[in-house]
């Protein structure tokens, strides 16, 4: 199982972006897909994760202006980010685990993880 992530850059605050990742390997059946970050000097965090059925989860800091959303078709989860703050700075990092677990917010419960990607928000 690959995952590569992609997406990151340079946005101001209260702007967009986009990440995507393609799983390949495997197919969503069974399983959880999640994007985590790390910023400077801080433990990785979950962001937000959805299951092969559909059902989202955000972490509180992000909930209400990002949207996790999947493609079983091409294997993808996006990540739509808006009202960026500063405080979203960090690397992003897409990862997989099959099956689901209720612990889905734990980084460590995840075998399968993309190269991060970098967004920058500046104020």
């Known amino acids: 199982v690959q995952l590569q992530a992609s997406g990151g850059g340079l946005e101001q605050a209260g702007g967009s972006l986009r990440l995507s990742c393609v799983v390949s390997g495997r197919t969503f059946s069974g399983g959880t897909a999640a994007w985590f970050r790390q910023a400077p000097e801080k433990e990785r965090e979950f962001v937000a994760a959805?299951?092969?059925?559909?059902?989202?989860y955000y972490a509180d800091s992000v909930k209400g202006r990002f949207i996790i959303s999947r493609d079983s078709a091409k294997s993808t989860v996006t990540l739509q980010m808006n009202s960026l703050r500063p405080e979203d700075t960090a690397v992003y990092y897409c990862a997989a685990r099959w099956p689901h677990t209720v612990l889905y917010r734990n980084a460590d419960q995840y075998s399968y993880w993309g190269r991060g990607t970098l967004v920058t928000v500046s104020s």
């Open positions: 959805i299951r092969e059925n559909g059902a989202t």
